[in-house]
């Protein structure tokens, strides 16, 4: 049986979906991880917390999902 291709994720994810996406760079290579905007034929863009990140899909050597962030947590309360 012939497992899914990180393309074949892709192009199954429905945008908003959050995903991770990991991706060759000139140095070796990095994560994009947020939520899948759009897909075409020659690239995606996933939105992190620092903007909008186009990948191109000849680059692409891994992709899932992800859960949901965690929700944030409580502000520290002083000492008394």
């Avoid at 899914?4 to 991706?23: E, K």
């Avoid at 075409?40 to 996933?46: H, L, Q, R, S």
Wanted: with cysteine; aromatic share 4%; proline share 14%.
């Amino acid at each position: 049986m012939r497992s899914a291709t990180p393309l074949d994720f892709l192009r199954g994810a429905a945008p908003g979906t959050r995903v991770v996406v990991r991706y060759r760079i000139d140095d070796g290579v990095t994560d994009a991880l947020g939520y899948l905007v759009s897909l075409d034929a020659t690239e995606c863009t996933v939105r992190t917390r620092r903007g909008d990140v186009v990948v191109p899909l000849d680059r692409v050597e891994a992709a899932k999902e992800v859960p949901p962030p965690p929700a944030p947590r409580a502000p520290r309360q002083p000492a008394p």
